[in-house]
């Protein structure tokens, strides 16, 4: 190879990488997304006048019953933009602990009975659309905040994963961070729609997971019985030192260096044949799932929604469940090419 030809490519290669500024600039920027999130998430006064609010337009409906309002979602969590919504769930008759993997009769009824209710309440909630589906919603905007709501009333596994979420960026406070910036990526690279929050927090806890950061979701949940049809929410509250696991400090290196990993691990990671796997917290051939799963998993659905999809991520709790179920095609190809050209780009190594 001609010597000024060797040279114009490791001058090409020196200047790909980020300049101390450029770093710097990455994450003051990642901590101001960050201290935005918190700040949402730290609104206690907000979150109450809401849930105080639906349950006072829900109670006409409901009278005799109990009606418990829960908060989940990004904002919960600490990890959302500027425009995430606010999900709900309302436990009306204390039904936490009944398990359906179908919409029965009775939760479409409640979705009629809720939907009717945010309507006769015009001065406080704009109704915009029921959803149907598994899981079905109403989906309203609390007009004084003007706060998009995803009313479920179906799923209480919700509420305990949205404590075993927070529980493990407690462990592990990256994580957030992670997740932060990747919500953040996803929207610039136009990809969003596909691989939404809750999707990246499951990828960010399994990659973790790999490199021995977090401990699996079995570990978490071994010898607990199940509390909501066969699926655990619950979870032991084990300290990092208990686990023989270091916390990985939350710095602006550390936060380029575990994003530089995610890009780099997802790039190449054979969608087509394995399942992202927080509850195992390693790959598994998606024809060996069910044969690794515990036996409650073989009760509904027996893994057939894995099969026959571009991607398969297991959710934490509802192990049946394949949350990149809805990703075609085109939308993986393009995630994949995106991780690509970060690992070549700012996040190369």
Same mark, same amino acid.
């Given at each position: ?32 997304? @960050? ?61 936490? +602990? ?153 710095? +602006? ?22 399942? @992202? ?23 509904? +659905? ?48």
């Amino acid at each position: 190879m001609d010597r000024s030809f060797k040279l114009a490519i490791n001058i090409r290669s020196d200047s790909d990488r980020p300049t101390s500024k450029a770093r710097r600039n990455f994450w003051f920027s990642l901590l101001n997304d @960050v201290r935005r999130a918190t700040k949402k998430q730290d609104n206690v006064s907000l979150n109450q006048k809401i849930s105080n609010e639906l349950k006072k337009t829900l109670r006409p409906e409901f009278p005799s019953q109990l009606i418990q309002i829960h908060l989940f979602g990004s904002r919960i969590l600490g990890i959302a933009g500027d425009d995430s919504d606010l999900d709900i769930y309302v436990d009306i008759g204390n039904c936490s +602990g009944v398990y359906s993997d179908k919409p029965t009769k009775k939760v479409l009824e409640q979705q009629m009975v809720i939907a009717q209710a945010i309507r006769k309440d015009p001065s406080k909630w704009a109704f915009l659309k029921n959803c149907e589906g598994r899981c079905p919603l109403v989906v309203v905007r609390h007009k004084n905040s003007n706060i998009q709501c995803d009313i479920s009333f179906s799923n209480s596994m919700t509420c305990g994963q949205i404590k075993l979420v927070n529980y493990i960026f407690e462990l592990q406070p990256i994580a957030r961070y992670m997740v932060v910036y990747l919500r953040g990526w996803a929207e610039r690279q136009q990809i969003h729609s596909a691989f939404r929050s809750h999707l990246l927090v499951l990828m960010v806890i399994f990659i973790l997971q790999v490199r021995r950061h977090l401990p699996t979701i079995y570990m978490l949940q071994n010898g607990l019985k199940p509390d909501v049809g066969p699926w655990i929410t619950k979870f032991c509250n084990f300290k990092l030192f208990e686990l023989n696991i270091e916390q990985v400090p939350v710095n +602006g290196y550390q936060a380029r260096k575990k994003l530089a990993d995610f890009f780099s691990f997802y790039s190449t990671f054979n969608f087509s044949k394995f399942v @992202v796997c927080p509850y195992l917290g390693k790959k598994v051939l998606r024809s060996n799932l069910k044969y690794m799963m515990p036996q409650r998993y073989r009760q509904f +659905g027996n893994g057939r929604r894995f099969q026959n999809k571009q991607v398969a991520i297991q959710d934490l709790v509802h192990l049946n469940h394949n949350k990149g179920a809805s990703i075609n095609k085109s939308m993986l190809d393009c995630f994949v090419e995106k991780c690509c050209l970060e690992s070549q780009g700012f996040f190369k190594t």
